[in-house]
T-cell receptor, first 113, second 118 residues
Framework: DQQVKQNSPSLSVQEGRISILNCDYT??????FLWYKKYPAEGPTFLIS?????DKNEDGRFTVFLNKSAKHLSLHIVPSQPGDSAVYFC????????????FGTGTRLTVIP | GAVVSQHPSRVICKSGTSVKIECRSL??????MFWYRQFPKQSLMLMAT?????????EQGVEKDKFLINHASLTLSTLTVTSAHPEDSSFYIC??????????????FGSGTRLTVV
């Protein structure tokens, strides 16, 4: 049973425009959410996170929005750059510091120069 | 920043043989390491949690006798896939965290190992 879902397997965006990656979850006990970026043949690298007590967290070009009532979060990248082209995984945990991260299936972002 | 080294990056083995994958934390002591597996177009799935000096904790459905995990030191965990079969072909990734004050964002992942069993 997939508790974290990324329904768009791929996304193409023009350089300079906004990229919006979406993630939905089913477990209401999740209270910490993360986004990871993954290049081919490499492990994921942490990008940004958000606690359930917040609805927005911003770090440079990256902003994560959380809508707890809809069990939905999104990652906004603006402006998008070609180097942002990668697979982005959404992940969730039931409590901060818990070992088990539940990952989505990923969205492949392609930023077109 | 924290660096986790995983070796080998790619391995091809014959069915029935065993393969060992190493995960090393290079600049920090990792009391806890995690092993994940990713099948094509699927999520990263946690296989087991490896704690230094104690037995690994396996997730439901993961055969502990098939996937042997050893965390003998604070900088090294190994995953051995025993009697490998073609269905074990997958991408295996480790991650590590420095200690009891776990910041999830601070999990560092290795570069992964592509295992192909022929």
């Amino acid at each position: 049973d997939q508790q974290v879902k990324q329904n768009s397997p791929s996304l193409s965006v023009q350089e300079g425009r906004i990229s919006i990656l979406n993630c939905d979850y089913t477990n209401s006990m999740f209270d910490y959410f993360l986004w990871y970026k993954k290049y081919p043949a490499e492990g994921p690298t942490f990008l940004i996170s958000i606690s359930s007590i917040k609805d927005k967290n911003e770090d440079g070009r990256f902003t994560v929005f959380l809508n707890k009532s809809a069990k939905h979060l999104s990652l906004h990248i603006v402006p998008s750059q070609p180097g942002d082209s990668a697979v982005y995984f959404c992940a969730a945990s039931e409590e901060t510091g818990a070992n088990n991260l539940f990952f989505g299936t990923g969205t492949r972002l392609t930023v077109i120069p | 920043g924290a660096v986790v080294s995983q070796h080998p990056s790619r391995v091809i083995c014959k069915s029935g043989t065993s393969v060992k994958i190493e995960c090393r934390s290079l600049d920090f002591q990792a009391t806890t390491m995690f092993w994940y597996r990713q099948f094509p177009k699927q999520s990263l799935m946690l296989m087991a949690t490896s704690n230094e000096g104690s037995k690994a904790t396996y997730e439901q459905g993961v055969e502990k006798d098939k996937f042997l995990i050893n965390h003998a030191s604070l900088t090294l965990s190994t995953l051995t896939v025993t009697s490998a079969h073609p269905e074990d072909s997958s991408f295996y990734i480790c991650s590590a965290t420095p200690g009891s004050l776990v910041r999830i964002g601070g999990y560092t992942f290795g570069s992964g190992t592509r295992l192909t069993v022929v």
